[in-house]
């Protein structure tokens, strides 16, 4: 059974940092592209980041530019999402998303984790 597991959310201060962590089971991450998306109450979800399956590129949207940085180790078939400077905006269920393909081209994502919770307050 293919499954995308997104662990490391929590509760973090403003100007704080968490990484995320988006891990496979049932298949090899090697041949996929995987994003990030996050959806808070109330509003549509958005996508975070995206990166190639090579981990040779990457693309972010324009709120998090510069605070979250996405990466990946293919050995250990697992996707991060590196994020700091968060605020209090950043509050959110987050999830990751995976397609097979080589770069990220907007398309449908077949995959989907459960999401993890990050909350961003004093």
């Known amino acids: 059974q293919l499954q995308l597991v997104e662990s490391g959310g929590g509760l973090v201060q403003p100007g704080g940092s968490l990484r995320l962590s988006c891990a496979a089971s049932?298949?090899?991450?090697?041949?996929?592209?995987i994003g990030w998306f996050r959806q808070a109450p109330g509003k549509e979800r958005e996508g975070v980041s995206c990166?190639?399956?090579?981990?040779?590129?990457?693309s972010y949207g324009d709120s998090v530019k510069g605070r979250f940085t996405i990466s990946r180790d293919n050995a250990k078939n697992t996707v991060y999402l590196q994020m700091n400077s968060l605020k209090p905006e950043d509050t959110a269920v987050y999830y990751c998303?995976?397609?097979?393909?080589?770069?990220?081209?907007?398309?449908?994502?077949?995959?989907w984790g459960q999401g993890t919770q990050v909350t961003v307050s004093s």
């Open positions: 990166i190639s399956s090579s981990g040779g590129s990457a």
């Open positions: 049932g298949f090899t991450l090697d041949y996929y592209v």
């Open positions: 998303a995976g397609y097979s393909g080589r770069y990220c081209r907007g398309r449908e994502y077949d995959y």
